[in-house]
Antibody, heavy 118, light 107 residues
């Protein structure tokens, strides 16, 4: 059974860089897109972007200038970096697996709360 | 970007009821729509993909329909564990976008 475990710093000051990593256990790492989604407090879900096991990426244009998603297939991990954070980046950040064969975002991490505050 | 609009934003219902949640896309997305259930403090759970296909392990009390711009999620015979927030998501084109969510509460 595929599980996603995510980790990273939960408290940042404005202008710092958010950094989160998601590890994949069980199942195949190749053949999927690995995604990041966030949810500000009391608001809906926002898709941030995704990466394939080969490193091919797609980003949300609203965040593209500040976001980098990378992959380390040897460790079965993928990572998110968001630069120059502000209070508007305060959210719960989720990693998820996109299965194009279904198609569906069928497996999710538990989420990491990131707070940006001075 | 494709805007996804759900209605209602909140809904009160009783155990045993059948409810319907609507999702409208700002442009034609064919059947490239998913539904998620989310409980407080938990990650979203995939219920339906391709507008009407049930995710593995999801009970048949959940059903989805629609294509183009108008979609519905129907939940029959509500049980206490079904009270949650439901969100739709389009994956017809990037960036993928979600509806604002519909909170289903116990009456």
């Amino acid at each position: 059974q595929v599980q996603l475990q995510q980790w990273g710093a939960g408290l940042l000051e404005p202008s710092e860089t958010l950094s989160l990593t998601c590890g994949v256990s069980g199942g195949s790492f190749s053949g999927y897109y690995w995604s990041w989604i966030r949810q500000p407090p009391g608001k809906g879900l926002e898709w941030i972007g995704e990466i394939s096991h080969t490193g091919s990426t797609n980003y949300n244009p609203s965040l593209k200038s500040r976001v980098t998603i990378s992959v380390d297939t040897s460790k079965r991990q993928f990572s998110l970096k968001v630069s120059s954070v502000t209070a508007a980046d305060t959210a719960v950040y989720y990693c998820a697996r996109w299965d194009d064969g279904l198609p569906s975002m069928d497996v999710w991490g538990k989420g990491t709360t990131v707070t940006v505050s001075s | 970007d494709i805007q996804m609009t759900q209605s209602p934003s909140s809904l009160s219902a009783s155990v045993g009821d059948r409810v319907t949640i609507s999702c409208r896309a700002s442009q034609d997305i064919s059947n490239n729509l998913a539904w998620f259930q989310q409980k407080p403090g938990k990650a979203p759970k995939s219920l339906i993909f391709s507008a009407s296909s049930l995710q593995s392990g999801v009970p048949s009390k959940f059903s989805g329909s629609g294509s183009g711009t108008d979609f519905t999620l129907t939940i029959s015979s509500l049980q206490p564990e079904d009270f949650a927030t439901y969100s739709c998501q389009q994956y017809n084109s990037y960036p993928y976008t979600f509806g604002q969510g519909t909170k289903l509460e116990i009456k």
